[in-house]
């Protein structure tokens, strides 16, 4: 049940991000103005030896920022996905593999730490 429909399925994410320079309010502002942006994913380095060599288009839906008290380089990042996204080669980039990316958009090194599901979306219930 839960596999069913899931290209119609969103989820949303936390996740504490460091990136390899310090963040700034333009940032902030650019990732919150992205909405409904489609991202294509190759099938990632760490799952290629269990999952066919694809390339699938995701969505993000939004995003959001929270700074971290007394850090300049690491955050909170919420954000509403198509179920299915590749949230950690989100973020990252998987060297190229995923396009647009946490780190291609803010023209940095962008690592995750952490990621905790928050909600899942199912219209069907």
Known sequence: MMREGEAEKQKQYAALVWISRPLEDADL???????????????????????????REKVIHWMKIDKIAGSSQYFILHLC?????????????????THPSIGSVLECRAEILQLDVTDVKMDSF
């Open 81 to 97: 996905t198509q179920a299915g996204t590749y949230i950690k080669e989100f973020v990252h980039g998987d060297l190229g593999r």
């Open 29 to 55: 502002q650019k990732i919150s103005s992205i909405k409904d942006i489609g991202v294509l994913q190759r099938t990632p380095i760490r799952v290629l030896h269990r999952r066919s060599p694809l390339e």
